[in-house]
């Protein structure tokens, strides 16, 4: 069993940085993709970003490309989203997953994510 557990989030102004973290337990996931994903009141959960297992591989939604960076330490067993000139659309709750097939390059598809972290919110203010 994998345990995800976000933190990072918080308030920040418009124009702002914050930086998420998600850590992985329970087994490690370097051979595994792994995803951001957020969900704002009132809409469905939204694909962000996914980094292949090597990090060499890496997908943004539209809407975060040159604004957001994906990364991950492996020997930590945890993934990132470096998030830089946030605007008030990006409010929402940030969920990381992880998908236990082995070393896919992109997948964007919430229902293709075998494990959830509980979410972080993240809010940004005009």
């Known amino acids: 069993q994998v345990q995800l557990v976000e933190s990072g989030g918080g308030l920040v102004q418009a124009g702002g940085s914050l930086r998420l973290s998600c850590a992985a337990s329970?087994?490690?996931?370097?051979?595994?993709?792994m995803g951001w994903f957020r969900q704002a009141p009132g809409k469905e959960r939204e694909f962000v970003a996914c980094?292949?297992?090597?990090?060499?591989?890496?997908y943004y939604v539209d809407s975060v490309k040159g604004r957001f960076t994906i990364s991950r330490d492996n020997a930590k067993n945890t993934m990132y989203l470096q998030m830089n000139s946030l605007k008030p659309e990006d409010t929402a709750v940030y969920y990381c997953?992880?998908?236990?097939?082995?070393?896919?390059?992109?997948?964007?598809?919430?229902?293709?994510?075998?494990?959830w972290g509980q979410g972080t919110q993240v809010t940004v203010s005009s």
């Open positions: 997953a992880a998908d236990t097939r082995y070393r896919r390059t992109v997948v964007v598809g919430p229902e293709e994510y075998d494990y």
């Open positions: 329970g087994r490690t996931l370097r051979n595994n993709i």
């Open positions: 980094i292949n297992w090597n990090g060499y591989n890496t």
